[in-house]
């Protein structure tokens, strides 16, 4: 019996400890448990600041371009105005240099090479009535008429500027078809 007993004894410190481990146990899976979904919300959190970041390098990406954009649509502008400006020079040398810094410009900007084939159109038109003009003048002092002198001021015109507006003309309209066919 005290055989039994002492039997019963370990067995019911026996069952205790294992009731006691099986409890720790249970508490270590829920813990465990937590810190599972703990890790799992840090992941999904980890994921929504990827995309953020991806979203905000995307942004910063595009307004870049944009910004790369607008300076060279201002470098483009500037260009433009100093080559108009030369156009109207005194210097020949000059007004050749305009004509073919917009030919450049209309390389360099499908988007103003219409623009820029309107000027040269338009200075060679203008080059074309002043040589006119002067040979008409020169006429008529050649003849003994008293003339007076017309708008043109000292500028003396040149048939290299209305060649030269002439060329860039004619290979910026040749682009522009061939850029017309590509589009077809």
């Known amino acids: 019996m005290l055989v039994a007993l002492g039997a019963g004894v370990i067995a019911g410190i026996g069952l205790y400890y294992t009731s006691r481990n099986h409890k720790l146990a249970q508490e270590q899976f829920k813990h465990t448990q937590q810190q599972f979904e703990l890790s799992q919300a840090q992941f999904y959190l980890a994921q929504d600041q990827f995309r953020h970041a991806q979203s905000q390098a995307s942004h910063d990406r595009k307004k870049d371009r944009i910004a790369q ?19 109207a ?4 040398t000059e007004r ?16 103003d090479r219409n623009t820029i084939i309107q000027v ?23 003849q003994g008429y008293n003339v007076i002198e017309g708008p043109i001021g000292d500028r003396r015109p040149s048939l290299d500027d209305m060649e030269a507006a002439q060329y860039v003309v004619d290979r910026l309209k040749g682009i522009n078809r061939g850029s017309e066919r590509a589009e077809s």
């Open 89 to 92: 020079s005194d210097k020949q």
């Open 96 to 111: 050749l240099g305009a004509v073919h810094s917009l030919h450049r410009i209309a390389l360099d900007s499908p988007r």
């Open 69 to 87: 954009e607008m300076t060279r649509e201002a470098q483009v502008t500037e260009r433009y105005v100093a080559a108009i400006k030369l156009l």
């Open 120 to 142: 040269l159109t338009v200075f060679e038109r203008e080059v074309r009535l002043e040589i006119d003009y002067r040979k008409a003048l020169e006429a008529e002092r050649n």
